[in-house]
């Protein structure tokens, strides 16, 4: 069956630090990874997505990722976090060709100003 | 994308009863799905709901409990049933933005059953 980890559960950094994210997933075929985010008090919106093609891939607000298929993983990263990054992120994966998707337990992120 | 409208934000309900809760999509979508998120826990899928049929459930999750409509192509609603604290979640409306373009999702309601 299909699983997502996403190993950090709470990350604090101070602002300027460097961000990352761990994501990995469980399944065999071919997938699309997508992470969201979710502002206090906000709704979930989409952060950036993999579907094929280059394995890093760029998204809003400075956030990349990037797809490792031999690990399972599609991390994401932010050179240089800012205050107003504070959010849950979550990680999640679909198997191509399905609209069923597997998201990972969220990582609640707070940056100090 | 999808701007979606769902409501109640939140709702405080007594043990037993139960909660419509409704979403709405400004443009027509084939596919609409409902999500839970249990305290400290991730997104969960309850079922999708296609206009014209009758919702797909997932494991774990049954029609008499959360009995879904989708009348159109714009509009469902998501019924939590004879409520116990363990409903008690935030329940998200989402639409599929085309292909595999991801979820637009709504702003969610926030259930807590006293």
């Known amino acids: 069956a299909q699983s997502v980890s996403q190993h950090n559960h709470h990350v604090i950094l101070s602002e300027a630090a460097s961000l990352e994210l761990g994501c990995n997933y469980s399944?065999?075929?071919?997938?699309?990874l997508f992470w969201y985010v979710q502002y206090p008090g906000q709704h979930l919106q989409l952060l950036l997505k993999y579907f094929s093609g280059d394995p890093l891939v760029k998204g809003i607000k400075g956030f990349e990722a990037e797809f490792i298929k031999s690990k399972f993983s599609f991390n994401l990263r932010k050179p240089s976090v800012q205050w107003s990054d504070t959010a849950e992120y979550f990680c999640a994966v679909n198997a191509q060709g399905t609209y069923k998707y597997i998201f990972g337990t969220g990582t609640r992120l707070k940056v100090l100003a | 994308s999808a701007v979606i409208s769902q409501k109640p934000s939140r709702d405080i309900c007594q043990r037993g009863t139960s909660l419509t809760i409704q979403c709405q999509v400004d443009s027509q979508v084939t596919m609409m799905f409902w999500y839970r998120q249990q305290p400290g826990q991730s997104l969960t899928l309850i079922a999708t709901?296609?206009?014209?049929?009758?919702?797909?459930?997932e494991s774990g999750f049954v029609i008499d409990k959360f009995p879904i409509s989708r009348p159109n192509l714009t509009f469902s609603t998501l019924t939590v049933s004879n409520m116990s604290p363990e409903d008690s979640s935030i329940y998200l409306c989402?639409?599929?933005?085309?292909?595999?373009?991801?979820?637009?999702f709504g702003s969610g309601t926030r259930l807590t059953v006293v």
């Open positions: 989402s639409v599929a933005a085309g292909g595999n373009y991801g979820y637009t």
């Open positions: 399944y065999g075929g071919t997938v699309n």
């Open positions: 709901a296609n206009q014209g049929s009758e919702a797909t459930y």
